[in-house]
């Protein structure tokens, strides 16, 4: 199972972005769904995860206050936001199942070390 990402591309700085994270046959219901994203020569950073009933998410300081994650499980996609992107926000953006997204800020942690399932991500490049 690899879950799809898609939705990158060439976005303006300070523009909008959102991306969508399916699959047509995994039950997404079933599993907190993360965003992370990897930039060249970068490590891997958490950049959101929901809960499985959408009940409650987590951001990373970086994209706080800008990006919003949701989910629609009756469509099986779950989705990521992207307002006011900066330079700092191109990468390859990936989604991933875990069975919880852990706890306050300490969530990426929890949730990278156990995350299962991601595919190709989606490349998203701010441009000036």
């Known amino acids: 199972v690899q879950l799809q990402a898609s939705g990158g591309g060439l976005v303006q700085l300070g523009g909008s972005l959102r991306l969508s994270c399916a699959h047509s046959?995994?039950?997404?219901?079933?599993?907190?769904i993360g965003w992370f994203r990897q930039a060249p020569g970068r490590a891997r950073e958490g950049v959101s995860c929901i809960s499985r009933d959408g009940g409650t998410s987590y951001y990373s300081d970086s994209v706080k206050g800008r990006f919003t994650i949701s989910r629609d499980n009756a469509k099986n996609t779950a989705y990521l936001q992207m307002n006011s992107v900066n330079a700092d926000d191109t990468a390859d953006y990936y989604c991933?199942?875990?069975?919880?997204?852990?706890?306050?800020?300490?969530?990426?942690?929890?949730?990278?070390?156990?995350?299962?399932?991601w595919g190709k991500g989606t490349l998203v490049t701010v441009s000036s």
């Open positions: 991933a199942a875990h069975s919880r997204c852990g706890n306050g800020d300490n969530w990426w942690n929890t949730f990278y070390y156990g995350m299962r399932y």
């Open positions: 046959t995994f039950n997404l219901a079933d599993y907190a």
